[in-house]
T-cell receptor, first 111, second 115 residues
Framework: DAKTTQPPSMDCAEGRAANLPCNHSTISGNEYVYWYRQIHSQGPQYIIHGLKNNETNEMASLIITEDRKSSTLILPHATLRDTAVYYC????????????FGQGTTLQVKP | NAGVMQNPRHLVRRRGQEARLRCSPM?????VYWYRQLPEEGLKFMVYLQKENIIDESGMPKERFSAEFPKEGPSILRIQQVVRGDSAAYFC?????????????FGPGTRLTVT
């Protein structure tokens, strides 16, 4: 599985867009990019995933570069409740289901 | 539609006792995954089960830990003869039938404290 690199922490002002980068330079053609977050003491929460096209849902947008070596999760209007650890995970669609969580990015949304 | 349910939410056991953690997947989901989060550490995969089958237990400690997902009832993670190092948050996740999915829905976790 491709290894991911994320900044350990980021700050964002409330109401602004939060842009969380993820580097996955060794990603291969059939590997998907998944984003999860974990709000303090809660279970992780699925956010979004994509293969090569940009994706958007009610929570966030995922922008994947054309060469697929990096991606950015965008929270368009961050709120205090978006303060969490955000994980970028690269997985092959297969029958294992094993999510491998790295250290993630701790996003602090400030008033 | 109720989410993934785990109980108990908090469990205190003395060293040497057994701990049983229960997980009820979301309605209609047939895949269950268990993860462990040690204090100040990241989430680690433990085991992936379908009904009556263990599919991947590559993250399970070799001794004292077992998991099941019977035809009826919740999935159970069982830890025998607990030690202080087992103190952690244990999260269960589920996904719908079909291929195993990386779009998993997590429960609130069980926080195990071993005294």
């Amino acid at each position: 599985d491709a290894k991911t690199t994320q900044p350990p922490s980021m700050d964002c002002a409330e109401g602004r867009a939060a842009n969380l980068p993820c580097n996955h330079s060794t990603i291969s053609g059939n590997e998907y990019v998944y984003w999860y977050r974990q709000i303090h003491s809660q279970g992780p929460q699925y956010i979004i995933h994509g293969l090569k096209n940009n994706e958007t849902n009610e929570m966030a947008s995922l922008i994947i570069t054309e060469d697929r070596k990096s991606s950015t999760l965008i929270l368009p209007h961050a709120t205090l409740r978006d303060t969490a650890v955000y994980y970028c995970i690269v997985r092959v669609e297969s029958n294992t289901g094993k999510l491998i969580f790295g250290q993630g990015t701790t996003l602090q949304v400030k008033p | 539609n109720a989410g993934v349910m785990q109980n108990p939410r908090h469990l205190v056991r003395r060293r040497g006792q057994e701990a049983r953690l229960r997980c009820s997947p979301m309605k209609g989901h047939s895949h269950v995954y268990w993860y462990r989060q040690l204090p100040e550490e990241g989430l680690k995969f433990m085991v992936y089960l379908q009904k009556e089958n263990i599919i991947d237990e590559s993250g399970m400690p070799k001794e004292r830990f077992s998991a099941e997902f019977p035809k009826e009832g919740p999935s159970i993670l069982r830890i025998q003869q607990v030690v202080r190092g087992d103190s952690a948050a244990y999260f269960c996740a589920s996904s719908p039938p079909g291929l195993a999915s990386y779009e998993q829905y997590f429960g609130p976790g069980t926080r195990l404290t071993v005294t």
